[in-house]
């Protein structure tokens, strides 16, 4: 498969893959950022590229701004990163969302079916919510699945 080009940004906990989509402005690097603080590393800022790997979705930064993420008022900093990472899920920038999600949400991303979070991504407890909610996909060993697996009318977490 070849690689696929998302505005978005990606990084790893704990060696796992989050993938921060969103609109341009909508909080995704100050997301990372905070993140990153809290222990994350980050794999790529503003363009990740998303590519099967033993059949899973793999993150990678674009050559030219690996380790590079941009803080709006600041400039473009240089912080520690992975070349990559294993996609496990997406934490999507948004305005409001519902109190207690629909259980298994998922999104459609590189032809994989992925569990999905919705985060404002401004609020304080953004990172806590991105680090609970990966933990919780780690712990019930939940893996993106390939679309071309799942027959119509079946949920990808059955």
Known sequence: MTAISVHATAIAINYHG?????????????????????GAVLVSDDIVYVEQSEGKPLLRAAPNIEGRIELRGVGIIE????????????AEMAPSYERIPPENLSTDI????????????????????????LRSIVDADIWPMPLSHIRPNESPAT
């Open 79 to 90: 912080v520690l990163h992975t070349k990559y990472a294993a996609m496990r899920m997406v």
């Open 110 to 133: 590189a032809g994989y079916s992925v569990p999905l979070v919705k985060i404002a991504a401004l609020e304080a407890s953004a990172p806590l919510k991105v680090e609970y909610a």
């Open 18 to 38: 989050v993938l921060l989509v969103g609109p341009s402005g909508s909080g995704k690097s100050d997301l990372a950022l905070r993140l990153i603080d809290r």
